[in-house]
């Protein structure tokens, strides 16, 4: 129950069996996966994409409508040029030649992050892999690349404001599903669960405003030792969550 107007109707309720639409994760632990086999970061990053084939993999088997995945955020930046390199290095490998892989799985890809910074062969990536799976009706995967939630929030909050003062909107009309409306992630359900590897216990600007009502799971593996039984753990926690949306049962 999507609309991608400026209403926004999402069904927030997760499968009948229990089985989250919407999973989010924050893939964390990739240089100290590395350095626990004193092996340079770029290969935790490579064992990372790795991880990311597996999981997507996995969420397809289990019938999960959407994966958000945190591949680089707005503060990625501040690494060294080298590792900066080495991810941009490891998003393009992916996104030339997994597309296939993707299409003929029936994934639909979409990507949501400022394309402004990123370099031009990346964002023509981008939007041929999100051109190229459009029409899949499988798993939808969302990479936010070059992503920042507080960024995104203030993008909407301009946009509204634009629109107010060109007397487009009413100002008291602005309210929560006209607002999530003008998100990056307009067109998705927010997420049921976000899951953040390696004991880190932070959403580090990811997915704010729609992590109001999600279940935050905590794991203690390292991002490249991320396997389906790992997600399968997360869903079983996520199970037994009494979910309220603010309200009292029973
Ligand atoms: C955190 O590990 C992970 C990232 C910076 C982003 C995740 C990137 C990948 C999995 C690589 C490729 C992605 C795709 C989509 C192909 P970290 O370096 O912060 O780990 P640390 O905290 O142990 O240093």
């Known amino acids: 129950m999507l609309s991608t107007g400026t209403e926004k109707k999402i069904d927030l309720t997760p499968g009948d069996d229990g089985t989250p639409t919407h999973v989010a994760i924050i893939m964390d632990g990739n240089g100290r996966w590395a350095k626990q086999r004193r092996l340079p970061r770029v290969a935790g990053h490579k064992k990372g994409a790795d991880a990311v084939r597996e999981c997507v993999r996995a969420c397809g088997e289990l019938g999960i409508s959407y994966l958000t995945l945190y591949a680089f955020s707005s503060e990625n930046w501040k690494r060294s040029e080298e590792e900066v390199d080495d991810l941009m290095g490891l998003l393009r490998h992916y996104l030339r030649h997994e597309i296939e892989a993707l299409n003929r799985n029936n994934v639909r890809l979409r990507c949501i992050g400022g394309r402004e910074r990123l370099s031009s062969d990346i964002?023509?990536?981008?939007?041929?892999?999100?051109?190229?799976t459009a029409r899949n009706t499988g798993l939808t995967l969302i990479l936010a690349l070059n992503y920042g939630a507080q960024a995104e929030i203030v993008?909407?909050?301009?946009?509204?404001a634009a629109k107010a003062a060109a007397g487009e909107v009413k100002p008291e009309e602005i309210d929560e599903t006209m607002f999530a409306a003008h998100l990056q992630t307009?067109?998705?359900?927010?997420?049921?669960?976000?899951i953040r590897t390696s004991g880190e216990k932070r959403l580090s600007n990811f997915l704010l405003w729609q992590a109001a009502y999600a279940e935050l799971i905590f794991i203690d593996d390292y991002w490249p030792d991320f396997t389906k039984e790992t997600l399968l753990k997360a869903l079983a926690e996520f199970g037994l969550r009494e979910r309220r949306y603010g309200a009292r049962l029973g």
């Open 123 to 132: 964002v023509e990536l981008m939007t041929h892999a999100e051109e190229r």
């Open 155 to 160: 993008e909407a909050a301009r946009r509204l």
């Open 186 to 194: 307009a067109d998705f359900p927010d997420p049921d669960i976000i």
